[in-house]
Antibody
Framework: EVQLVESGGGLVQPGGSLRLSCAASGFTFSSYEMNWVRQAPGKGLEWVSYISGSGSIIYYADSVKGRFTISRDNPKNSLYLQMNSLRAEDTAVYYC??????????????WGQGTLVTVSS | AIQMTQSPSSLSASVGDRVTITCRASQGIRDDLGWYQQSPGKAPKLLIY???NLHSGVPSRFSGSGYGTDFTLTISSLQPEDFATYYCLQDHNYPRTFGQGTKLEIK
């Protein structure tokens, strides 16, 4: 069974940092692209970042570029999102979501339950 | 970035009704579109990928169609568990972009 479990969320002051983790199980993690997607309270979904299976290709949304860093540790079956210079508008539930395994179907299929990040003084 | 415009933003319907939600891309995206269902407090669930392919375990009352810029999600006969919010997602290029969502409510 595919499982994605996020952790690391919490309350942080504006300008602060937080590191999110996503523990994957039930599939060959290194074969899959991964994504972070967020949802502000009462709002829609916003794609945040992508990383290829090897970690060699990375993309970011303009809203987080230069402040967030996505990474992965394949031997540990883990995905990360380092968030620096946090702003109030970064307040959201952050989901990790599994992407393509090279079969040509990139639509994220399995999602974690999410972890809430609140940026407030 | 490609803009995805969903309509309607909300919809009231009854159990057994047939409903259609549309998504329009600001430029052609071939068939690189997915649909998600999200219930309150839950993570999104993938319904359809590549415009018309049903994800594993998704009931056949859900279907998708379209190509290029105009896409539709159809639920043929609404069930109580279908009342939720639906999002389209273009996976044609980066940055990925979602539609703003359609909230499906019970009439």
């Amino acid at each position: 069974e595919v499982q994605l479990v996020e952790s690391g969320g919490g309350l942080v002051q504006p300008g602060g940092s937080l590191r999110l983790s996503c523990a994957a199980s039930g599939f060959t993690f290194s074969s899959y692209e991964m994504n972070w997607v967020r949802q502000a309270p009462g709002k829609g979904l916003e794609w945040v970042s992508y990383i290829s299976g090897s970690g060699s290709i990375i993309y970011y949304a303009d809203s987080v570029k230069g402040r967030f860093t996505i990474s992965r540790d394949n031997p540990k079956n883990s995905l990360y999102l380092q968030m620096n210079s946090l702003r109030a508008e970064d307040t959201a539930v952050y989901y990790c979501a599994r992407g393509d395994d090279g079969s040509g179907w990139p639509t994220p299929d399995y999602w974690g339950q999410g972890t809430l990040v609140t940026v407030s003084s | 970035a490609i803009q995805m415009t969903q309509s309607p933003s909300s919809l009231s319907a009854s159990v057994g009704d047939r409903v259609t939600i549309t998504c329009r891309a600001s430029q052609g995206i071939r068939d690189d579109l997915g649909w998600y269902q999200q219930s309150p407090g839950k993570a999104p669930k993938l319904l359809i990928y590549a415009t018309s392919n049903l994800h594993s375990g998704v009931p056949s009352r859900f279907s998708g169609s379209g190509y290029g810029t105009d896409f539709t999600l159809t639920i043929s006969s609404l069930q109580p568990e279908d009342f939720a919010t639906y999002y389209c997602l273009q996976d044609h290029n980066y940055p990925r972009t979602f539609g703003q969502g359609t909230k499906l409510e019970i009439k």
